[in-house]
């Protein structure tokens, strides 16, 4: 598993995703669980806790190509479900909880033409809508960043 991400989920578990599998650590016993398995293979994704409890996986390289996917994991069942696409495809993006329960994801790397372009561009997930909506551009190009909600 390659770049995976790591999110405490609101009971206390964590969810590690990376690649085509999804595990549950449990920090009361000290052991992991599998859970169900993503809709898309990815790394270099984000997984950002939403406040219904479900966690947004974005984004991320899908093999060898860089993809505009999402998906929800919801902790209660154990499986995922594709929701909205962004409009440009990106990994080694920042995505943040926002106070509007919206998330923002910004910057990042793609793969346009004959080479790699690091982005300016941000969008913004609406839980309630399931769609991702551009907004403003970053004054610098960013990548591998993080964010904290």
Same mark, same amino acid.
């Given at each position: !598993?390659?770049?995976?991400?790591?999110?405490?989920?609101? #009971?206390?578990?964590v969810?590690?995703?990376?690649?085509?599998?999804?595990?549950?650590?449990d920090p009361s016993t000290g052991t992991f669980s599998v859970t169900g398995s993503p809709d898309v293979g990815r790394v270099q994704h984000t997984a950002t806790l939403l406040p219904s409890g479900e966690v947004l996986i974005a984004g991320g390289a899908e093999?060898?190509?860089?993809?505009a996917s999402a998906e929800l994991y919801n902790p209660a069942t154990g499986t995922f479900t *594709?929701?909205?696409? !962004?409009?440009?495809?990106?990994?080694?993006?920042? #995505?943040? *909880? !926002?106070?509007? $329960?919206?998330? *923002?994801?910004?910057g990042g790397i793609t793969y346009i033409?004959?080479?790699?372009?690091?982005?300016?561009s #941000?969008?913004?997930?609406?839980?309630?809508? $399931?769609?991702f909506t551009v907004t403003g551009s970053m004054?610098?190009?960013?990548?591998s960043q993080g964010a904290r909600s």
């Open positions: !598993m390659c770049s995976p991400t790591a999110t405490r989920l609101n #009971a206390g578990k969810l590690i995703i990376g690649g085509t599998t999804a595990e549950l650590y093999g060898t190509a860089y993809t *594709l929701t909205g696409r !962004m409009h440009t495809s990106r990994g080694e993006h920042a #995505a943040t *909880l !926002m106070n509007t $329960g919206e998330v *923002l994801i910004a033409g004959p080479g790699y372009q690091i982005l300016t #941000a969008e913004v997930y609406n839980p309630s809508a $399931g769609k004054s610098q190009f960013r990548e």
